[in-house]
């Protein structure tokens, strides 16, 4: 019988094919295209960070969910640029057919939930749809507007977007965000000192789609980053939830998730399987934190505080949600391990009993049924390689 952990890593196994699908729009340093999946992290931080613009009664919590799945269909039709001559009505219906495929490998409560909540944000009518929607259409806005060096066609295609494209809608669903974008668009400096701090937090963060770790994505192709990571185990940590051991809340989890390796912008990626002394791991905690310190430094002071509050609670490994989060924080490495035949495993020659010790018992304390599924999938791996 199939059980809802395995229709669960079934579908996050799928999803993870989001990282291969490229945008038009470029990273702020010019260096490559922008994937879909690190696009869909950097849209739940805009709404975190912008949140307080956000019209009364819309729930951030549920705009980041909508937001971190909103693109998954473009696993199987791909991304539209805004400026090229398309068949919308197609791609709609394409889309469709898409997420029913995609949606369907859930059990069918979580099936119908994200089924839901996707409608939701296509149908482009509720105030949480809304406000999402504002957000999708600003981050390619200002990719190309803070950007290093934008190239002149992507210039413009901001322009004729803010003017004559969906972009104009801004001025009633974000005015704040379209006078930014205008004001930029013009080579002028910004007015609005909250919305400028935000604006450079987001910017900052993109930073995180070039800081890569030791697990490559499942094809192989390539080292995965930690921006994509982060939206990847956002979603793992939302829909395993119901196997917590833990009171969690998965909100407070999400956000955990969300943040947590934004320190790596100036820390880098610590390999959890690398060999660090004492006096290493000192300097490492050290440097998150003042990491942590500068980056939700850059926020308006309360909302900072925040940030970094959430992001300490998250470092001490104590509460429910940070017990929960953690342990979710493992998990995906490991899956990522299994697709690519071993993976870092091989790379710094891990055992089993290792595994156990650096990553099972942490899992284990945060979902022990999660644990417990996948030992069993990655048995087979160590003793065929000899790794007991």
Not at 141 to 154: G, K, S, V
Not at 196 to 215: G, M, N, P, T
Not at 229 to 253: D, Q
Not at 270 to 293: F, G, M, N
Request: glycine share 4%; hydrophobic share 45%; aromatic share 8%.
């Amino acid at each position: 019988m199939t059980t809802s952990l395995q229709q669960q890593f079934e579908f996050l196994s799928e999803i993870e094919r989001l990282r291969e699908v490229d945008r038009q729009n470029l990273l702020l340093d010019g260096s490559r295209q922008e994937n879909s999946a690190e696009h869909s992290w950097h849209l739940a931080l805009y709404a975190l960070a912008f949140g307080p613009y956000a019209p009364t009664g819309v729930s951030i919590q549920r705009v980041i969910k909508m937001l971190l799945l909103h693109d998954i269909v473009e696993i199987d039709v791909g991304d539209h640029p805004i400026d090229e001559p398309t068949n919308w009505q197609a791609v709609a219906e394409a889309e469709e057919r898409a997420m029913e495929r995609i949606f369907s490998l859930l059990p069918a409560d979580q099936c119908a939930e994200l089924t839901a909540l996707w409608r939701e944000f296509e149908a482009d009518q509720s105030a949480d749809a809304r406000f999402a929607k504002a957000l999708d259409y600003c981050q390619p806005i200002f990719q190309t507007l803070c950007a290093n060096a934008p190239p002149p066609d992507h210039m413009r295609v901001v322009r004729e977007n803010l003017t004559t494209g969906r972009a104009v809608s801004l001025k009633d669903r974000f005015p704040e965000a379209y006078a930014a974008a205008m004001t930029l668009m013009e080579g002028a400096a910004l007015t609005d000192a909250d919305f400028a701090a935000r604006l450079a937090f987001v910017c900052e963060a993109d930073q995180l789609k070039s800081i890569y770790r030791a697990s490559r994505i499942a094809s192989g192709a390539r080292f995965e980053n930690s921006a994509e990571h982060s939206w990847h185990i956002m979603l793992y940590a939302w829909l395993m939830n119901g196997h917590s051991a833990t009171m969690s809340e998965v909100t407070r989890v999400l956000t955990m998730l969300l943040l947590h390796d934004l320190v790596e912008i100036d820390a880098g990626d610590v390999p959890i399987h690398s060999k660090i002394d004492a006096a290493t791991l000192k300097r490492i905690e050290e440097e998150e934190l003042a990491a942590a310190k500068r980056l939700f430094g850059l926020l308006p002071e309360a909302q900072g505080q925040d940030c970094l509050a959430i992001w300490q609670e998250f470092e001490a490994a104590e509460s429910d949600d940070a017990v929960y989060a953690k342990s979710i924080d493992r998990v995906q490495p490991v899956i990522l391990n299994l697709a690519t035949g071993g993976g870092s495993w091989v790379d710094y020659n891990v055992t089993l009993p290792q595994l156990d010790a650096r990553v099972g018992v942490k899992v284990a304390k945060g979902a022990p049924a999660v644990w417990d599924h996948m030992r069993a999938l990655l048995l087979p791996w160590f003793t065929q390689h000899g790794r007991l």
